[in-house]
């Protein structure tokens, strides 16, 4: 594991700089605005965004920006009609070149342990699912970023539907409207969706611009006011992107490792063919340097026989213990223990109780913090690993997709 400053330098001045996405977002708007009957669905813009919606395409006062996203974020309400501290004249320009448009909730479905699920249809062919999962003082929000996923990681639900899509920033905000409205959540006083977790379908860094922009809203104290470590995103491990995020924001990190060693890692997860896991510590480490006092979660998925036996967590405690020495703070690196979840089909396995306590107690005994993560919504499907959503189309899609990748130097040549 390298620990060099200067290389982390040289990686992160090699990242794509924030300016440029943040213009493409404006160039997008501008063009949207510009044909003639389509209107700017106002969960695209983040306050940044929506200020100079409101200063260059409606010659506004950008405070009426401020005004507009409490109405949305704080009070639920999407018809300009009803904004009622807005001019007349200005409600009818925004109904004129802006709107407000909600997922559409296909169905939702309480579990009997408080989990509550979502369907959303996003367009007449797919469907996402998010998830609130309360728990003693916090409600956490995992929320999805991609209609189906690509990266085909062998033990999770999401990849045996392939991918169609990446979600809008709309219809990824969309998602926690819908969430926190059904809860009557109210920033900074009814408090009931404390932390959003990027660990719905999808992965996130493979659609950076749109989830970085949606997390955005969600930490502003205009959008839904989270504090930058209540919003975690995971990755299944996209060195280059995150390396990108540590420029462009500021949340928490989860990396999906599943295995400690290459050769398994590589058969559970594709992706560590093109990232193998001393580049993806590294990139971990960088992340954490950018600003002292950060850590990282590593999320380890016990699959029975596969990576649950005592020489794996030996490993793993070798990599994180390597990960602290570098960013040179103690208890650094956590760890999460998700026993797997079963899904239709899966030729995977949940480890039996007396397994999962040993592999803890091993990563105990070494000073590890390893908190297994309880099963949550599991009689709903809303489990880690079970969210499906409804994916069609997805096959040509799933190509083009894979070429995309490939441009950017990101593909997984095993898919
Ligand atoms: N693509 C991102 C975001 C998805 S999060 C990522 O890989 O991190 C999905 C998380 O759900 C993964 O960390 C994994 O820990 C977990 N997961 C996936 N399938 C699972 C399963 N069948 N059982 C338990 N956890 C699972």
Redesign the pocket.
């Known amino acids: 594991m390298t620990t060099q400053r200067e290389r982390i330098d040289l990686q992160l001045a090699d990242a794509t700089p924030a300016t440029e996405s943040a213009a493409r977002v404006e160039a997008g708007v501008a063009a949207k605005s510009a044909v003639a009957g389509s209107k700017t669905n106002l969960f695209d813009l983040d306050r940044a965004s929506l200020e100079r919606f409101f200063e260059e395409t409606l010659g506004e006062k950008k405070f009426r920006a401020h005004q507009v996203m409490k109405w949305i974020h704080h009070r639920y309400v999407t018809d300009f009609a009803d904004m009622t501290d807005l001019g007349k004249a200005l409600r009818a320009k925004l109904e004129q070149h802006a709107e407000v448009r909600v997922p559409q909730v296909v169905f939702d479905k309480a579990s009997t342990d408080g989990t509550h699920k979502w369907l959303l249809g996003m367009d007449p062919k797919n469907a996402i699912e998010t998830v609130y999962i309360p728990d003693k003082g916090r409600g956490t929000l995992c929320v999805s970023s991609q209609v189906g996923?690509a990266?085909n990681?062998q033990?999770?639900?999401?990849a045996t539907q392939g991918f169609n899509r990446n979600l809008s920033t709309a219809e990824i905000i969309g998602q926690v409207w819908v969430a926190a409205r059904h809860l009557g959540n109210v920033p900074h006083q009814q408090r009931r969706l404390t932390n959003v977790v990027?660990?719905?379908m999808?992965?996130?860094l493979a659609n950076f611009d749109n989830v970085v922009r949606a997390m955005s809203i969600m930490r502003d104290d205009l959008g839904y006011g989270l504090a930058n470590k209540r919003v975690t995103l995971?990755?299944?491990g996209m060195v280059p992107m995150i390396d990108r995020l540590a420029l462009e924001s500021d949340v928490s990190l989860?990396?999906?490792l599943?295995a400690p060693n290459d050769e398994l890692r590589s058969e559970l997860v594709p992706l560590n063919k093109k990232y193998p896991i001393e580049q993806l510590m590294d990139a971990c480490v960088r992340y954490a340097l950018r600003k002292r006092g950060t850590s990282v979660t590593f999320?380890y998925?016990l699959m029975k026989g596969v990576n649950d036996q005592p020489q794996h967590a030996r490993q793993l405690l070798r990599l994180l213990r390597q990960f602290d020495n570098a960013v040179q703070m103690k208890d650094a690196a956590k760890v999460n223990l998700?026993?797997?979840?079963?899904?239709p089909g899966?030729r995977?396995e949940r480890p039996d109780d007396v397994a999962i306590r040993a592999f803890q107690k091993l990563l105990n005994e070494a000073g590890m913090i390893a908190p297994v993560r309880r099963t949550r919504g599991d009689d709903i499907d809303a489990?880690?690993?079970?969210l499906k959503g409804q994916v069609m189309d997805r096959t040509r899609r799933q190509a083009e997709f894979q070429k995309h990748l490939h441009a950017q130097g990101l593909g997984d040549e095993a898919a």
Request: aromatic share 12%.
């Open positions: 996923c990266l990681c033990f999770c639900s999401t990027m660990m719905g999808g992965e996130p995971s990755t299944a989860a990396v999906s599943h999320e998925t998700i026993p797997f979840n079963p899904f899966t995977f489990a880690c690993g079970q």
